[in-house]
């Protein structure tokens, strides 16, 4: 059987934060609050540095900055109307589990938005693999009523995990 999250070390200090436990958890977390089970379903978190997120910023976004996460779903799962709660995926099965898609997260913007925020860094890179996922699920924030649609579901997770809604 498949892990839920595959991670993709790319830069040590990750490794060093055990970002593999991190995400693992954050993930669990966001798949029981939204009623999705675990097995049957597979994810690729990879941590990285600024100057690789500011390539695949650019590459896919035209924007040749950092950024701190950024995640890339394995098909289009939006919900049809804005302020919409997005259809759940199928999942597949143990030995072929739904690829929901990758995330990218990257070190030195994390620690600074943490640092910056004065919250821990484990609850501030928790927050952002929820970030992540939920995109890998299709929410968005484009729209206002799908941004509140997301924070409130993000900090619902995160509740359920004991860390203080980011947005409040």
Not at 23 to 51: H, I, W, Y
Not at 155 to 162: D, F, Q, S
Request: glycine share 6%.
């Amino acid at each position: 059987m498949e892990p839920l999250v595959e991670t993709v070390i790319e830069d040590p200090r990750w490794q060093a934060f055990d970002l593999p436990t991190v995400a693992t958890r954050a993930c669990k977390a966001a798949l029981a609050q939204l009623n999705l089970p675990e097995q049957g379903f597979s994810l690729c978190v990879m941590g990285c540095d600024d100057a690789h997120i500011a390539a695949l910023n650019a590459d896919f976004r035209g924007k040749p900055v950092p950024t701190n996460v950024l995640s890339w779903p394995s098909d289009e799962r939006a919900a049809e109307y804005a302020g919409e709660v997005p259809d759940p995926p199928e999942p597949g099965p143990a030995d072929n589990p739904e690829s929901l898609g990758d995330i990218a997260i990257a070190w030195e913007t994390c620690e600074a938005e943490a640092v910056a925020a004065g919250k821990p860094m484990v609850d501030h890179v928790s927050h952002l693999v929820i970030h992540g996922l939920l995109h890998l699920l299709g929410y968005d924030h484009i729209d206002d009523i799908d941004a509140t649609l997301m924070e409130t579901t993000e900090a619902g997770i995160l509740e359920t995990l004991g860390i203080t809604d980011p947005y409040s």
